[in-house]
């Protein structure tokens, strides 16, 4: 191979590592912006909620996990269920409904579905589509 056959080919080789790091690069990027705009962020409202339909709530569900799915706070939940917070966070409801309330069956998720109905953020306008 010749002096300049040899040079044109590392010179290649260098271009075409140059274009591999550049599109990856600009996929990172463009991941990372993605997820950055996806996140909860100070100051910005947080996400609509993803789930309206109450009738979907099990009793295996946590009030924190139905607070984050329905965009309800959990201490509103926890109000109005009047227990504590402090210890109950990772309970499921059928575990709070049998240390608070074990006479009453079904009393914790009922009362789960009707604050959540109660205390729904309203849906954001529906635009139509072009």
């Known amino acids: ?12 080789l260098i271009i075409l590592g140059v274009l591999i790091v550049a ?7 463009h991941a990372f912006r993605h997820i950055r705009d996806d996140g909860f962020r100070p100051g910005h409202p947080p996400p609509a909620p993803s789930e309206t339909d ?16 329905y965009g309800v706070p959990d201490h ?13 966070r990772e309970k499921s409801l059928k575990e ?3 240390e608070y309330f074990p006479d009453q069956a079904g009393f914790v998720l009922g009362t789960v579905k009707k604050a959540i109905n109660d205390h729904r953020p309203p849906a954001p306008p ?5």
């Open 126 to 130: 529906t635009t139509p589509a072009p």
């Open 23 to 29: 599109f990856f690069g600009v996929r990172a990027v």
């Open 54 to 69: 109450v009738e979907l709530i099990r009793d295996w569900m946590t009030l924190s996990y139905i607070s984050k799915t």
């Open 76 to 88: 509103i939940l926890f109000k109005e269920l009047g227990i504590p917070e402090e210890g109950n």
């Open 96 to 98: 709070l409904n049998d």
């Open 1 to 12: 191979m010749s002096p300049t056959k040899q040079k044109l080919f590392i010179s290649g």
